[in-house]
């Protein structure tokens, strides 16, 4: 068990090693063992008066000691304090070790929840340019953003542009359900991408719609990346499968 640094006891210690020319005077009584307080001053360029006054601060904080023979007064540096100091930074080391190891933590969480993602397609019978549109018209939106029985959309708006906003109110019986997003990208007639912003999305959630002509038809490959659970990856999973069910409905009941 590491015995915990006294916070008084290591201020006095550390405020005295921070005078360069302290840490100067313990450097060389290190190297050269017990010295006199004059050959200590002969190597600064300072009064014996300012030597001593520097002493009497590193005495004060145990970290060299005075030792009288005869006449004599000899320096002497006693390392066991900076034990103390050697304490403090293992403490320290030990709180980054764990804040090292939550951050990695988080990390890979982040990579896990990025790593997440469905792609679920879908052969409608429409031309593609009539499903392309679909996405972007608040009408055929309200029609068909419906993940799940008994659900309908009261309010939709778009603002189909790279830049613009969207957004979509689900309702499931009295309770509604607000979704978001931003264009990123629309590429007529083959390509659009959003951010996805609802109650169970999380920060960097996006979609991407790919369109292609297939069999006199249009086949929309809709891929959704980041998730907060594999749960909830696989419950967008049934409700988009759910909307491109009610896409090929809402197209097929509209006029070409």
Not at 48 to 64: D, P, T
Not at 202 to 227: M, P, R, Y
């Amino acid at each position: 068990m590491v015995e915990r640094p006294d916070p008084t006891r290591l201020t006095e210690i550390l405020k005295a090693a921070t005078d360069p020319t302290r840490r100067a005077i313990l450097t060389l009584l290190a190297q050269e063992g017990p010295t006199r307080v004059t050959e200590i001053a002969a190597r600064f360029e300072m009064s014996l008066n300012a030597i001593s006054k520097h002493i009497k601060v590193l005495q004060g904080a145990g970290l060299v000691s005075r030792r009288t023979l005869w006449r004599e007064h000899l320096i002497e540096v006693q390392l066991a304090p900076l034990a103390e100091i050697d304490r403090w930074f293992h403490d320290l080391r030990s709180i980054w070790a764990l804040r090292l190891e939550a951050l990695e933590t988080l990390l890979s969480e982040e990579e896990k929840m990025t790593d997440l993602a469905l792609t679920v397609t879908r052969l409608i019978n429409a031309p593609i340019d009539k499903v392309f549109n679909a996405w972007l018209d608040p009408v055929m939106l309200a029609r068909f953003m419906i993940p799940g029985d008994g659900m309908s959309v009261p309010h939709c708006t778009t603002d189909p542009r790279v830049g613009g906003r969207f957004a979509i109110t689900m309702k499931a019986g009295d309770q509604e359900l607000p979704h978001a997003g931003t264009y990123t990208e629309i590429t007529p007639h083959s390509r659009i991408a959003f951010t996805w912003e609802s109650p169970h999305s999380i920060d960097g959630s996006t979609v991407t719609l790919s369109f292609g002509a297939k069999d006199q038809g249009t086949e929309v490959t809709l891929h959704h990346v980041k998730f907060a659970s594999a749960e909830s990856r696989d419950n967008h999973e049934k409700g988009w499968g759910a909307i491109l069910g009610s896409l090929a409905a809402a197209v097929a009941r509209t006029k070409v």
